[in-house]
DNA sequence: TAATATTATGTAACCGGTTACATTACAATA
DNA sequence: TATTGTAATGTAACCGGTTACATAATATTA
């Protein structure tokens, strides 16, 4: 069933029934009344594809993942999501995209064959092409001054994260993944500052992608004694630490204080419950989508968005 | 940058150009190097929503998620990608349809107006526009004998609940959702069948999706004395159990064991760890992938699928 | 060398929409 | 009534690929 045939039921032009679809030009009553009613009778939608060809809108927003199986970023996508489905507009999601700059490219490849209207990315290697279509990014580092960047406030992070255990006396251990991430590049310098703020002395940690929780886990216990507080990558990183605590037979926050990040489900699980601090993915998700819009319709300043965080207090600090 | 536009440097027809790009009919191959030569230095890619149009073919894969936020529907997705991606598919996604059957018609429509080439779609309305595009199902009832169904062995899953606190002398406590989701009836049923083989006695407690997890932890534990054991719906609900059970002095296994379900990432890190089983999702999505592919290929058999589960035994349990 | 088969290339229609422009119908005005 | 303006509708080109079919070039055979 194609327009052609609907205009040919209808005894008017397929002009006419362009018209009446998208509600453009001028049609009489009674003809729009004739034609919705075939349209409505033999379930008539209109081709997306025919469309997109023509007028190089596919109302499709390309999104960039890099890892599928991360709850965090499962609750960006649902961000994103609440905001372009009520807009009109699909995803073409590329998961797993990892920091494969290979798969990076074969993914905005495939979105720029698709017409794609825009696109949401995390970290991102710069490219002709993309910066003709409209662009925004999360979860990355501030590029250039002409690409829109959401990002959670890492600084107020990693001042939270200090507050939460400023009782320490001793050293704070600060665990984190390479500084070469321009996130954790921010959190890691807000603590920094915060703990000289607050006289309190601490040891950095560096921690690998490739390392195993178990040996985060026995990393952070190492020297336990030494310190009075461990402010680590995340709640998954912390709960380990809390198993491996428990069987050490040290008690949290008695012996040691301990801060996780990103309010996962399982922060209010663990036993002490866990104090982290929360992004608000969804926020940022939807932030990212809405900024992405306006950009699309031309009506966005280039600034970057700061999504607020939330300081979760639990049990296993002070 | 158009196959026109390369057909003119080039000196040569559309077609020409054409039979280069898809490697079909016959082309000198003094005229395919003069093409790629212009191709490669203008970094020309086809447009493939001008293919889709003429080939009613779009490499594109409708995938239907009723709920983002779930980390087992995002491994499903990571398995599902897994495959496609390579096979040069992209994916459409649209998430949190829910039980919303508007939402669920509105996702359909819009895949097929965009001339998808295949769905792979959890529970769902039969609707004539679907079935006649390749179709594959996870994680719903087995609606018909024409449509594949990728599925948990939720027999076994039950089964072997029942094996991991099969030491209970007094009754098990059943924790479900409504039985009207047919993974659960499926769950259910073959837990009752293999409590009552082996002689033990049972309460059924039905949990509605919009009660709490605290809630669903006091109803699990109100009269905890009369049991020996809880099966409940998954390992989340498992977890919320085990807090409140903390609270009231109450020691797993010994007062009563517990089993859980999906194998997430939470059921190693609670105090104790809990026996679950893992319904391995990221193989319920490979296979998934893997059916339709073939079935798009018009080489499949209308066979369902029945993706084993694996039990993992840990503390919560005897 | 002419006839024929085979290979290489080109032309134009097609996919299903949108829209610039042309045309027709009808109402308003002189 | 003739003229002009406006509303309604129609025609055909266009988007950027693919492919059936036609034609040209070259190789093979008699």
Redesign the interface.
Same mark, same amino acid.
């Given at each position: 069933m194609t327009i052609r045939d609907i205009a040919k039921l209808a005894n008017v032009s397929v002009a006419t029934v362009s018209r009446i679809i998208n509600n453009s030009g001028k049609v009489s009553d009674k003809t729009r009344l004739k034609v919705n009613k075939i349209i409505e009778e033999t379930?008539y939608?209109?081709?997306?594809?025919?469309r %997109?060809?023509y007028q190089k809108r596919?109302k499709?927003i390309g999104i960039i993942i890099p890892f599928?199986?991360?709850?965090f970023y499962?609750?960006i996508?649902?961000g994103i999501?609440?905001v372009l489905?009520p807009a009109g507009y %699909?995803?073409?999601?590329?998961?797993?995209v990892g920091s494969n700059n290979k798969k990076y490219q074969a993914a905005i490849?495939?979105f720029?064959?698709?017409?794609i209207d825009g696109i949401i990315s995390s970290a991102f290697e710069m490219n002709e092409?993309i910066c003709r279509i409209p662009l925004v990014m999360y979860d990355s580092a501030n590029i250039s001054d002409d690409i829109i960047r959401i990002a959670s406030d890492n600084a107020k992070g990693g001042k939270e994260s200090v507050k939460l255990i400023s009782t320490a006396k001793r050293a704070v251990l600060i665990q984190h993944l390479p500084l070469s991430l321009p996130t954790v590049k921010e959190r890691v310098t807000s603590i920094i500052n915060e703990l000289k703020k607050r006289h309190l002395t601490y040891t950095l940690q560096e921690i690998s992608e490739h390392d195993t929780y178990k040996l985060v886990a026995e990393k952070a216990l190492h020297n336990i004694q030494t310190y009075d507080a461990i402010i680590t990558i995340n709640d998954?990183y912390a709960?380990?630490i809390?198993?491996l605590a428990?069987k050490m037979n040290l008690r949290v926050p008695a012996d040691f204080q301990l801060v996780g990040y990103d309010n996962t489900?399982?922060s209010?699980? %663990?036993?002490p419950t866990l104090s982290t601090i929360d992004q608000q993915p969804e926020l940022i998700g939807k932030t990212a989508a809405k900024r992405l819009l306006a950009l699309i319709d031309g009506k966005s300043s280039t600034e970057n968005s700061v999504i607020d965080i939330k300081t979760v207090k639990r049990e296993s600090t002070k």
């Open positions: 379930n939608h209109p081709n997306q594809v025919a %997109t060809l596919s499709m599928a199986e991360n709850i499962s609750r996508i649902n999501q609440s489905q %699909t995803c073409l999601i590329s998961f797993s490849n495939n720029l064959q698709n017409n092409n998954i709960a380990h809390l198993k428990r489900e399982m209010e699980l %663990t036993s």
